[in-house]
């Protein structure tokens, strides 16, 4: 196939045009900028045979012209040839008359490149990246000597020569013209990666240095906070400092320093009607939970020990964007569906690359179960932020448009009083809370309630291959297991099991299935389910500084009520009532049982 001839519409234009935001349905699709044109048809470049630099050379060409329309689709055998599938499915054209061509891709577009500016591969990449990133023209990053000559043959100028100019000054002259709620911190090895949608985006590309970042890092993270929005950061660092301090500042993480073909994935529906869900398929599979969990009481359940498997690391894009549909290890598992399983998904992955998403859903089974990842749109500490309400609407615009309701939140460090800006929203039923630390379950298996709602901790970790403790392997697990309690009505009746996805494997948890089906008195279930049935059948045990203060405590076991026929006021003693699926961490004041400051009620 002839290259397409002429170029795109309005081409030129590329010179001055500015990135599209704010045209989508949801705040959540505004976050991330869009192309003027959606994506239509591609040029596939294949890395084989490219030296690194002249990868960049690519990277910055493909993020330049989406900013107009994607054009160009990288790939290296891997799993990114499964998304261009997806791509040819949903109507993009390919093409791939340059996959093994540079010089001829370069010739192709060389009426649209405004000038090239010189780096090599050390710190003046980030230079370089952040250059073509915060400049107007259609600029691209050139590394090698071949590249060089050739574009001067096609009379296209250096620019200027980066090789020895520091990025805080490139980002210095030209901070006004980055969107300034993004950024992807990456170190100058990982080359390959984020470029384009880097330059896509307009926002600077800089490295991220030990805990706080380092001087260039310190700067874009105070022009993000500047704004008074959410930001959000791809790419990666150190993970509990970067992800606490970066939460400091209201900023969000995508953990995605190996993600590439963003550009083109992110703008399959811009400006158009098509869904960018799958709530049809959603709704014959697990991983729906399309109801609000009903808050009547059921005591009918056998008395089992009702079990969920959670796989951690979702919110990683890199990880869901790369080995995790095909591995045998994760959702690539030949087995998968033989038992019930929940897998945390990134709630963003509906809105920045709707057909990765659509792919993933189509392959669930019965026995799946999507839950989003932590700890919302994007990975962070919710009790470090203080815009907790948009990050809240955040996250809930992309839970609708993936069509899930329960989420995963990580704290880090554990406490309960950072979820009220998320589970108080009506589009959440359930929250499945961790810390940092303590291999996710340091809650033990405690569950509280808010507004009827369970936020349920994990009780052990399948983690590594420790025999007994917090964090467990196959064998510690079952051991672990086999003697808790058998009682559908209290919250010992049921553990929630954090899957450590980088050291187990779905088929470990059809292992420990399998031991516990034998064993009998086990429910495995998926998580949805388990919190329904938490919902349902358990009165929440009370807590909280009440006790203190107040006595002749008791609790109706067929309406949830604590009554307390004594608690201290200013005035002597008052009797109190709470619902306790309403609230169960309370406090005594002046003689009313409070929650979060509020007085507990009857009704949630």
Known sequence: M???SPLFAVALALAVVSVVLGEGNSSAYNQYPRSELPTQRVFVVSDSGLAPEDVVTVETLSGVLARHQPVIYRVNNDSYDTWLSGLEDRGVLVNRTFEHDLAGLLRHFAPLIKGFVRFTLNKSLESAVTFCAGT????????TDSTVALLKTLTIAQLADL?????????????????????AFQVPSKSAFLVSYAVFSRMPWVEYIGDAGGPLADMVISDIQATGQCGVAFGWGPEQQYVHHLASHNI??????????????TNLHVHTNTPRTRHAMLANTASSASAPLTTTLDT????????????SDGDNLQWLLGPFLSDPHWFGSSQRGSVPMGWTMSPALSVLTPSVWDMIAANATANDSFIGAPSGIGYTYPGFFSLPGEFSDLTMDALATSGM????VIGQNFGFGSLWPLIGRAQLDALFYYSFCCFYVQGGGQIDFFQGKPAITGRYALWEDRPSGQAVGVSGLVKQLLPLAKDPTSEGGYSLIPVHAWSHSYGDVLNVTSQLRAAGGFDIVTPIELARRVATTVCPTPRGSFGTSCSGCTVDPNTCILACASCSS???????????RCCNNLANTNGQLTCNDQQCQLEC
Do not use: E, I, Q
């Not at 969000?252 to 994935?265: F, N, P």
């Open 163 to 183: 090789r020895a100019v520091d990025p805080v000054d490139v980002y210095k002259t030209l901070r006004n013209n980055f969107v300034h709620h993004m950024v």
């Open 570 to 580: 200013p005035g002597g003693t008052t009797a109190a009532k709470c619902n306790l």
């Open 252 to 265: 969000y993480v995508h953990a995605s320093d190996y993600d590439k073909d963003l550009a083109a994935l």
């Open 136 to 143: 107007n023209d259609a600029v691209v990053a050139v590394g």
């Open 300 to 311: 009918a359940l056998t008395p089992n020990h009702t079990v969920a498997f959670l796989m």
């Open 405 to 408: 309701r329960t989420l995963n």
């Open 2 to 4: 002839a290259p397409w």
